[in-house]
């Protein structure tokens, strides 16, 4: 017996490529990684140009307010009868918001793509489809089955009485003009 320990050629070979296959993915998802985080910084930069960009624009429509606050303010004092009427002859359009961005991942005017689209309206009709499969199992339920025979049922009978007694009053009616027309003679 010797103390050397004997592996297989094979062995050695097959753990070899499997380290060098590791060693190749782990350079691969380093560089993944990278591209990512530079798309990431570049998405942040630009959102943050943006939120920068919002918050002068918000700055400015409050510095506006303010003024014509101070205005409003000012017709009241000098109105003599200290109530007034603000007519604002501005025109207000929402449908142009994104417009007035030009760059950035705010500027583009949201869409939905295709497979999510087909997505939404095939879970829409499928929870359609779920609610009647749910309110059919309801309604053919043998409780409300019998419920409704029951009330059928009662509805026929009441039909039923109502037409005897119309049936009656018009056979009293018709007998009554029958013997008025016999008696004057």
Known sequence: ????????SWIAVVAVLVVAALAVAVVALAGSVRRTRQHADAVL????ADAEALRSELGALEEQLNVQAAQ???????ARFGDITIVD????VIT???ERRSRGPLAAVPTVPTPV????VLRESLIRTASLAAGLRRALAPEVRNRVRFEMKREVKRSRKQRRL???RARRDWEARQRAEIDPA
């Open 96 to 98: 142009d918001f994104n």
């Open 117 to 120: 689209f087909v997505d939404i």
């Open 1 to 8: 017996m010797t103390s050397a320990l004997v592996v297989p």
């Open 45 to 48: 930069a630009s959102a943050a």
């Open 72 to 78: 409003v303010e000012q017709a009241r004092r000098d």
């Open 89 to 92: 002859d501005n025109e207000y």
């Open 166 to 168: 119309v049936l009656r």
